[in-house]
Structures are given as C-alpha cells and as structure tokens.
C-alpha cells in the first residue's frame, strides 16, 4: 500500500488499485518524476538501489528534464 503522502501523485490512478510490487516501475517513475523529499525517501527504502537505476536506465517514461537530473544523480550509472 501506498502511503497518503505517496499517493497525492497518482491522481489520475485509482490509488486503492496501485500494487507497489506489480507497478513498481510505474510507481518509481512517477516518484522520481513528481515526488518531493519525503516520498523519494520512502521509494528509497521500498525498492532497491539497483531498481531504481534500472529504470533510469532504460529512460522510458520519466520526464526529459528527470532523466537527466537523475543520470547526474546517479553518475555511475
């Protein structure tokens, strides 16, 4: 379950419907695309380093402006 803090940056979802296993790509790039301190912090503690840069790697889905923000972020990449 995603929490209310989380969940404010899936408006256009159902967010009872959002299963943070089967759409944990979609939840990563959503957070990564819109989230504030606080739920970066819970994504990082949800999912794994390695996850998280794979989605970055793959750069489908997340903002241009993201993707390059987090390429810096994560330079080892």
Do not use: C
Request: a positive charge; charged letters at 30%.
């Amino acid at each position: 379950m995603i929490p209310e803090f989380v969940s404010k940056l899936f408006w256009d979802v159902k967010k009872e419907s959002v299963d943070t296993q089967k759409h944990s790509l979609f939840i990563i790039r959503r957070v990564l695309d819109y989230g504030d301190a606080a739920s970066l912090a819970w994504l990082r503690k949800t999912y794994s380093e390695n996850l998280i840069k794979k989605v970055i790697q793959s750069k489908r889905g997340l903002q241009h402006k993201t993707l390059i923000f987090w390429e810096k972020y994560y330079e080892n990449i």
